[in-house]
């Protein structure tokens, strides 16, 4: 009796013992798979496929500044909130600590970095005048963006100038375009704009010896604006005066700076009207890129990696570059900001690894229709700076941009993929070297892409592919743009961007495996490719970015 006991004991823990490790089996299972839907891309490639990558280098289809690169610093105070969170801490430029090593680290890399000053408060901003009160901005949600008026003093003018000079940045500065206006209850701002407190500013700033890279006049108040909106005649006439200004102001100055406005979203209509009565007093014409909707939609990622929903950014970029064209102007077009979700962005989104394929993916749509400049909102502050807003260290799209401001020259070059339509690619001439630089974004979750390069061959239509580089080695020695610069025929260079444990809302980024991270006194860290064979293809994996430099191509947009 007690042996049969025993052994019903002994059956009923083996029992218990199977179906306690079941469960735990199902719940590995189900963790697994819920890390899955939430990353995409935790198991290695469950598919390769072949892809062909054609570079047209006849000629350019679009060039770009030099430092096409450029990120803006905004007015908004700590209290600055969205949808409960306040996301801006002290990164504003009132308050934005300039003795941190990282962000001085962070834009003399760049060598020059843009950077644009401005945003929603620079038209409710009064400049500093000796014996009159400079009050900050107060949070009132009666009052127009939901803050009272503010004032830039002069102090931190200095500061922030002395910071600039140091750090090496190009800067633009955004004037306030109400000054004087009456605001009508539909929104309407009507009269014209009151300069001579930007005029006093602008006195100053020629007085202390400041370079300004550029002035401009307004924020979001082109077409229907937000919050308020100008006339396109009107605004037109203020930016006449605006340049008549700027021309008393800096006689007798060899480098002027350039007139820049409206800083607003694109309204066909309205741009064209205000191109067309001032076309000689603008030097670059700015619009706003917010197109993935408000920070709160839970449907941001998957925008971000639907290729045909990235496609419609390009209907903005081309309809610019159309009213420049028919109205004669001189004027270029700029992004002047450009956040991808507006109201700050969203945590984990516009500050994750995920972001650099929206971001990457903008600067070579841009580019090819002829963007000179494209800042990103912003260098640090929101949930969508370059610098997360309370360490200063670099989200992942930091070192997208800086990729991008090192390796891609200032001639975009049509480029076109066949394989797969999970692929972006955009080639430009390469930046320091000779050559081309080609970038590649696979937004697919379980492909990895061998791409095969191939380009128009410089005397006629034919193609020729890496295996043919290498009886054209004498004529790309001829073409070495420095003596330092050592040719090597056999070799490419890769720059493969990928997200830590493959979770696309990681904010720490891998190169070539690595993980990017300053060093322990504020120093960017270096970005070292690796070296491949001219004659393999690029394998690029699932959920990943690269950069490919070879400099053993040459077309004729590149000599």
Same mark, same amino acid.
């Given at each position: =009796?007690?042996?049969?006991?025993?052994?019903t004991?002994?059956?009923?823990?083996?029992?218990?013992?199977? #179906?306690?490790?079941?469960?735990?089996?199902?719940?590995?299972?189900?963790?697994?798979?819920?890390?899955?839907?939430?990353?995409?891309?935790?198991?290695e490639?469950?598919?390769?496929?072949?892809?062909?990558?054609?570079?047209?280098?006849?000629?350019?289809?679009?060039?770009?500044?030099?430092?096409?690169? #450029?990120?803006?610093?905004?007015?908004?105070?700590?209290?600055?909130c969205?949808?409960?969170?306040?996301?801006?801490?002290?990164?504003?430029?009132l308050? *934005?600590?300039?003795?941190?090593?990282?962000?001085?680290?962070?834009?003399?890399?760049?060598?020059?970095?843009?950077?644009?000053?401005?945003?929603?408060?620079?038209?409710?901003?009064?400049?500093?005048i000796?014996?009159?009160? #400079?009050?900050?901005?107060?949070?009132?949600?009666?009052?127009?963006?939901?803050?009272?008026?503010?004032?830039?003093? =002069?102090?931190?003018?200095?500061?922030?100038?002395?910071?600039?000079?140091?750090?090496?940045?190009?800067?633009?500065f955004?004037?306030?375009?109400?000054?004087?206006?009456t605001?009508?209850s539909?929104?309407?701002?009507?009269?014209?704009?009151?300069s001579?407190?930007?005029?006093?500013?602008?006195?100053?700033?020629v007085?202390?010896?400041?370079?300004?890279?550029?002035?401009?006049?307004?924020n979001?108040?082109?077409?229907?604006?937000?919050?308020t909106?100008?006339?396109?005649?009107?605004?037109? *006439?203020?930016?006449?005066?605006?340049?008549?200004?700027?021309?008393?102001?800096?006689?007798?100055?060899?480098?002027?700076?350039l007139?820049?406005?409206?800083?607003?979203?694109?309204?066909a209509?309205?741009?064209?009207?205000?191109?067309?009565?001032?076309?000689?007093?603008?030097?670059?014409?700015?619009q706003?890129?917010?197109?993935?909707?408000?920070?709160?939609?839970?449907?941001l990622?998957?925008?971000?990696?639907?290729?045909?929903?990235?496609?419609?950014?390009?209907?903005?970029?081309?309809?610019?570059?159309?009213?420049?064209?028919?109205s004669?102007?001189?004027?270029?077009?700029?992004?002047?900001?450009?956040?991808?979700?507006y109201?700050?962005?969203?945590?984990?989104?516009?500050?994750?690894?995920?972001?650099?394929?929206?971001?990457?993916?903008? $600067?070579?749509?841009?580019?090819?229709?002829?963007?000179?400049?494209? #800042?990103r909102?912003?260098?640090?502050?929101?949930?969508?700076?370059?610098?997360?807003?309370?360490?200063?260290?670099?989200?992942?799209?930091?070192?997208?941009?800086?990729?991008?401001?090192?390796?891609?020259?200032?001639?975009?070059?049509?480029?076109?993929?066949?394989?797969?339509?999970? =692929?972006?690619?955009?080639?430009?001439?390469?930046?320091?070297?000779?050559?081309?630089?080609?970038?590649?974004?696979?937004?697919?979750?379980?492909?990895?892409?061998?791409?095969?390069?191939?380009?128009?061959?410089?005397?006629?239509?034919?193609n020729?592919?890496?295996?043919e580089?290498?009886?054209?080695?004498e004529?790309?020695?001829?073409?070495?743009?420095?003596s330092?610069?050592?040719?090597?025929?056999?070799?490419?260079?890769?720059?493969? $961007?990928?997200?830590?444990?493959?979770?696309?809302?990681?904010?720490?980024?891998?190169?070539?495996?690595?993980?990017?991270?300053?060093?322990?006194?504020?120093?960017?860290?270096?970005?070292?490719?690796i070296?491949?064979? *001219?004659?393999?293809?690029?394998?690029?994996?699932?959920?990943?970015?690269?950069?490919?430099?070879?400099?053993?191509?040459?077309?004729?947009a590149?000599?």
């Amino acid at each position: =009796m007690a042996s049969l006991q025993a052994e019903t004991e002994a059956k009923t823990k083996q029992i218990k013992l199977f #179906c306690l490790m079941g469960i735990l089996f199902s719940l590995l299972f189900l963790c697994v798979w819920l890390v899955w839907l939430g990353k995409g891309s935790v198991f290695e490639s469950t598919q390769s496929v072949q892809g062909n990558v054609f570079i047209d280098g006849t000629a350019s289809v679009g060039t770009t500044d030099e430092d096409f690169i #450029c990120a803006t610093l905004d007015w908004w105070p700590p209290d600055k909130c969205d949808y409960g969170t306040c996301s801006w801490g002290t990164a504003s430029f009132l308050n *934005l600590d300039l003795g941190n090593p990282i962000l001085l680290n962070a834009i003399k890399a760049f060598s020059p970095l843009k950077i644009r000053m401005g945003g929603t408060l620079q038209d409710k901003v009064i400049y500093e005048i000796k014996g009159e009160p #400079c009050t900050p901005f107060i949070k009132n949600s009666s009052e127009m963006f939901g803050f009272s008026q503010g004032c830039l003093p =002069m102090s931190r003018w200095d500061e922030l100038n002395n910071f600039f000079n140091k750090a090496g940045a190009t800067v633009i500065f955004g004037l306030n375009a109400l000054k004087g206006r009456t605001i009508a209850s539909d929104g309407s701002a009507f009269g014209a704009w009151d300069s001579s407190n930007a005029v006093s500013l602008m006195q100053y700033t020629v007085n202390m010896g400041y370079k300004i890279y550029g002035w401009e006049l307004g924020n979001e108040l082109s077409g229907n604006g937000v919050g308020t909106r100008i006339a396109a005649d009107q605004y037109a *006439l203020d930016i006449i005066t605006f340049q008549n200004i700027v021309e008393n102001i800096y006689k007798g100055f060899k480098n002027k700076p350039l007139i820049i406005a409206p800083g607003g979203f694109f309204d066909a209509k309205w741009f064209t009207e205000f191109i067309d009565k001032a076309p000689k007093s603008l030097q670059a014409v700015t619009q706003h890129i917010y197109n993935l909707g408000p920070g709160v939609d839970n449907h941001l990622v998957n925008k971000i990696l639907d290729p045909s929903y990235l496609d419609i950014g390009s209907g903005t970029f081309s309809s610019l570059q159309e009213v420049l064209k028919s109205s004669g102007t001189q004027a270029v077009a700029w992004v002047g900001e450009a956040g991808g979700a507006y109201n700050s962005g969203r945590n984990l989104v516009t500050n994750a690894f995920v972001f650099s394929f929206w971001y990457l993916d903008q $600067l070579g749509m841009a580019s090819t229709f002829n963007t000179k400049t494209y #800042c990103r909102q912003t260098l640090i502050g929101g949930n969508y700076g370059l610098l997360n807003t309370d360490t200063f260290l670099p989200n992942p799209d930091y070192y997208s941009a800086l990729l991008w401001h090192r390796l891609m020259g200032t001639n975009s070059l049509s480029t076109s993929f066949t394989g797969t339509n999970k =692929m972006r690619a955009y080639a430009h001439c390469s930046k320091a070297t000779q050559g081309i630089t080609i970038l590649l974004i696979n937004l697919d979750a379980s492909t990895t892409v061998q791409v095969h390069t191939s380009t128009e061959h410089v005397g006629g239509n034919a193609n020729w592919t890496m295996q043919e580089y290498q009886s054209r080695r004498e004529k790309f020695a001829r073409m070495s743009r420095g003596s330092s610069y050592k040719l090597n025929e056999n070799t490419k260079e890769e720059y493969h $961007l990928t997200a830590r444990n493959g979770d696309l809302h990681s904010q720490t980024v891998l190169l070539n495996g690595k993980a990017l991270a300053v060093t322990s006194s504020g120093d960017i860290p270096s970005l070292e490719p690796i070296k491949t064979s *001219l004659s393999d293809p690029i394998d690029v994996t699932p959920f990943s970015i690269v950069f490919v430099q070879i400099a053993n191509i040459t077309v004729p947009a590149c000599a």
